[in-house]
């Protein structure tokens, strides 16, 4: 008998000794870092409110009670009997009975309603048909992601069980080592922005945090073939800190090279990590690059996504416990904590940050139960990187769209589709109702209204009271009238150049691909357009080169051959609208952080601005502070 077994073996009896003797355990199991329990007694499980959690502390494992398959109703009464249950004003759109594990997925507009107080609805479903019910919400604007990821893992049902059974086993094992000790590898994104990627590992364990791109350089990709990483099946889990490319673009290529373990995120980084590898490698093609891995990767890596809500705390190695939380960057995004040994050592990875409250996000958190070593992000970590705060920039922008309204010309805004557009669009929304700017068409070209509609489907990685709105769907913002899908293409877009005045929100964010470049061509040469600059430019992409002052720029005519573009539009920045913290930020989240880091290493940032944060809180705080460059590795423990 394997480790494992025995100790299923042997949790199988502790539970039964647990329980009230009227309740049956008919199986024991793991399934990613869950541990479920079979029972023909759900009624009795779910009438003991109580006694999962009881169970949970006991045993300090996350727990799912099943039914055994052969005590369920059958669909057909269940489904009538949950019907009756859930109040009609839940707006229940499906019910998928999955008769394997005794799930039935319910998707609801108000998943709050069926779920009721401190899930007391839930409980009622279970003690009346026996099945395990699980909640969804029905995205309010239709999102083909959202529906594409849910049918694929639907489909995929069956191979993922075995994917989490595999991976709950490898959590479990034995600890083999009998050492203790903590190290970080750097494999990218330091001293520079982009190719996120280190390795934290301990004796016993590996764990990848991010595998992104460099935007601007794609041949400057994450150092994989550093010792650490290899073979890449040695690494245990990934750890995806949120959707942006430069973080999680070659994700799909740990798959291509073997690798075969979870990927941990929230359930929004997955499905924006699926829209965007996935037109990273559509960019890809277009640009006659030989894209680095297909598209049957990507769904190799969401077979493989084990999503996790903040604050849950998760075993994803015998040594390892990771908590995500709430980074204020972009949907999803999430500063990962990383709890090793017995009280041996913390580390958080900030991943991107945005420590104030946005319109968007909560600001992001920074209170962990401990912490020694921060690995912390220094986009604007430069000495003059001081954001003008949004309210000043709210205002800049609302007067730049009035100049240009006035004279008869077209605003033209490259933004992220995830994250800095919804920003913005709350903005322009807020203004146009109050009257602050007049109403003109505000077109979303590129992948900005499916980022929109995936937003949507998560209010609760929402700020508060944005979350509050959007329940009510006559005051969701994203549906207001004046937004435009650009959904024609070239002929839409043509229009729109000889139509009036207009706002166009168009990826890509930094102006290295996408259908910014057509608008580029369009209203390049228009002295009557704006373009305005509201997020980061990494150096080396074009977005970069308009916003320091180039006005011509190369371009691949439609003949193919390359030709030169002169630029005679207004170019402005307002820079207030970053999903990046500035200087003084980054050094608030350090200064409120409870508690307070021993060290800390500063990535992420061009070298001046990691050298500059690092220096600084050296300097404020009197802590141990690294500037790493890439492939080096540090010996906490
Ligand atoms: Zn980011
Ligand atoms: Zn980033």
């Known amino acids: 008998m394997s480790t494992v077994e025995k100790q299923l073996d042997d949790l199988k009896a502790e539970i039964a000794a647990e329980i009230p003797n009227d309740i049956s355990v008919s199986d024991v199991t793991y399934e990613g870092p869950e541990l479920v329990i ?8 779910a009438q003991n409110g109580d ?59 108000k998943p709050g309603m069926v779920i009721g107080r401190h899930g007391s609805t839930l409980r009622e479903i279970t003690q009346e048909i026996g099945w395990t019910p699980e909640v969804v919400r029905t995205p309010p604007i239709e999102s083909a992601t959202v529906s594409n990821v849910r049918n694929f893992l639907k489909q995929e049902r069956e191979e993922r ?74 690494i245990d889990a990934v750890v995806l800190t949120h959707a942006h490319l430069d973080h999680s673009a070659l994700i799909p290529l740990l798959f291509k090279y073997g690798y075969d373990g979870p ?84 580390v958080a990875f900030s991943g991107d940050i945005h420590y104030e409250d946005t319109r968007l996000f909560n600001g992001a958190v920074n209170e962990f139960p401990r912490v020694e070593t921060l690995v912390m992000e220094s986009t ?27 004279r008869d010309g077209k605003i033209l805004i490259p933004a992220f589709a995830v994250g800095r557009s919804q920003e913005i669009m709350l903005v322009i929304e807020e203004a146009m109702r109050e009257g602050k700017i007049p109403e003109m068409p505000v077109h979303l070209d590129g992948m ?27 005051e969701n913002p994203f549906l207001s009238p004046q937004f435009n899908h650009i959904d024609a293409g070239e002929d839409e877009r043509r229009d729109v150049t000889d139509g009036g005045p207009a706002i166009i929100l168009s990826t890509s964010g930094m ?30 992409t074009l977005g970069r080169r308009i916003q320091s002052g180039w006005d011509e720029i190369p371009m691949n005519g439609r003949s193919g ?64 502070t690294f500037a790493p460059k890439n492939l080096e590795t540090f010996r906490f423990r």
């Not at 980022?451 to 959007?470: F, M, S």
Request: charged share 30%; net charge negative.
């Open 38 to 45: 079979y029972t023909r007694d759900p009624k009795k499980f």
């Open 380 to 406: 604007y970590g430069g000495r003059n990187d001081y954001q003008t705060d949004q309210a000043d920039s709210e205002q800049r922008l609302i007067e730049i769209i009035n100049e240009t309204h006035d």
């Open 51 to 109: 006694l999962i959690r009881t169970l949970a502390g006991k045993l300090r494992k996350r727990i799912t009670v099943r039914p055994d398959p052969d005590v369920l109703a059958r669909p057909k009464d269940a489904e009538a009997q949950i019907r009756a249950i859930i109040p009609d004003e839940a707006g229940v759109s499906d019910l998928d009975f999955h008769a394997d594990t005794g799930e039935v997925v319910i998707e609801a507009q």
């Open 448 to 474: 900005i209204w499916e980022a929109t509609a995936i937003h949507t489907t998560y209010p609760e990685y929402l700020r508060d009271d944005l979350r509050d709105r959007i329940f009510h769907d006559d």
């Open 561 to 624: 051959r390359s030709d030169t573009l002169a630029l005679d539009f207004n170019v402005e920045t307002v820079d207030g609208f970053s999903g990046h913290s500035g200087r003084q930020g980054l050094i608030d989240f350090v200064r409120t952080m409870n508690p307070r880091p021993e060290k800390v290493l500063c990535v992420h940032g061009d070298e001046s601005s990691v050298q500059d944060l690092s220096s600084a809180l050296y300097h404020k705080f009197d802590m141990r």
């Open 263 to 346: 990927i941990y995120c929230t359930e929004p980084t997955r499905d924006m990590m699926g829209l965007l590898t996935l037109d990273y490698l559509d960019v890809a093609a277009k640009e006659g690059r030989t894209p680095p891995y297909e598209s049957e990767m990507v769904r190799e890596a969401l077979k493989h996504t084990i999503p996790l809500e903040y604050g849950d705390v998760t075993d994803i190695a015998p040594d390892v416990k990771l908590t995500l939380h709430n980074a204020g960057h972009i949907l999803g995004s999430a500063v990962s904590h990383f709890h090793i040994g017995d009280g041996l050592y913390n």
């Open 511 to 540: 102006v290295t691909g996408g259908p910014i470049m057509s608008w580029l061509e369009h209203l390049g040469p228009d002295p009557n357009t704006t373009m305005v600059f509201v997020g980061y430019q990494a150096q080396g």
């Open 161 to 234: 069980r075995d994917i989490l059974e595999r991976v709950g086993r490898q959590i479990h094992r034995e600890e083999l080592a009998n050492e203790q000790w903590v190290r970080i590898s750097t494999l990218g994104c330091c001293r520079e922005v982009g190719r996120a990627s280190f390795i934290l590992s301990t004796a016993e364990t590996r764990i990848l945090i991010d595998c992104g791109d460099k935007p601007g350089a794609e041949d400057e990709v994450p150092y994989l073939q550093a010792p650490e990483a290899n073979p890449l099946n040695s």
